[in-house]
């Protein structure tokens, strides 16, 4: 077992726990956490680039010219692609980028982000993040004793909205519920804090 410091709010020690291992100091498989940020990234993409074919540009209903006698070759339409102005051959229509990876390679990618964090030393346990009422200045000051100084990703647990509301307008840090932590977000923060009740759940789920 991982033995890590719980803190509490004022930054003092509130006491030790232990990570499950299977969870929290597996070796990380980059290849897998690779594979799930990219998948992430692709379902994050709007897909809603376009062209006009030839039926969609305006103009062109005439014939330009007589089939024979010309001397030119024979045109249908002056939207034609091969024509100035005319539909685009083969371009961009919208589309999803959307695809998954095996349930359980995205499972090991998460335990690999989550063990990196903790053997980097990036790993920071608070015994709870409460608030009366949503306030950016008490939230900024429990940052700074839990000496979160650069961009943090914050787990709570379930229902904790005044936390959420709280960190809103702090740049470079997000706050989530425990039931959206994933693997993107974990390895684009330099620290992640959790929440002590929010830290059962995760190992509840991927050990």
């Not at 499972?107 to 608030?131: E, H, T």
């Not at 306030?135 to 379930?158: C, H, M, P, W, Y």
């Not at 977000?185 to 995760?202: G, K, P, R, T, Y």
Request: no cysteine; aromatic share 4%; hydrophobic share 40%.
């Amino acid at each position: 077992m991982t033995k890590v410091a719980v803190l509490k709010q004022d930054g003092s020690k509130s006491a030790d726990i232990d990570l499950n291992d299977a969870v929290f100091a597996i070796e990380p498989n980059n290849a897998v956490i690779t594979d799930a940020v990219l998948m992430q990234r692709a379902s994050m993409r709007q897909g809603t680039h376009a062209v006009k074919n030839r039926s969609a540009v305006s103009g062109g209903g005439k014939k330009p010219w007589k089939q024979k006698g010309t001397g030119r070759a024979r045109q249908g339409s002056i939207r034609s692609p091969q024509w100035r102005g005319g539909g685009i051959v083969f371009g961009p229509t919208p589309r999803s980028y959307a695809y998954r990876i095996n349930r359980k390679a995205y499972q090991l990618a998460l335990r690999s982000a989550l063990s990196q964090k903790v053997a980097d030393g990036k790993l920071i346990l608070v015994d709870a993040l409460s608030f009366d009422k949503p306030k950016t200045q008490d939230f900024k000051k429990i940052l700074g004793n839990l000496s979160v100084d650069s961009k943090a990703l914050i787990i709570v647990d379930e229902n904790n909205e005044n936390a959420i509301r709280s960190a809103r307008n702090l740049d470079n840090v997000q706050v989530m519920d425990v039931k959206g932590l994933n693997v993107l977000d974990v390895v684009n923060a330099d620290q992640l804090v959790v929440v002590q009740s929010a830290i059962e759940e995760i190992q509840g789920g991927l050990a």
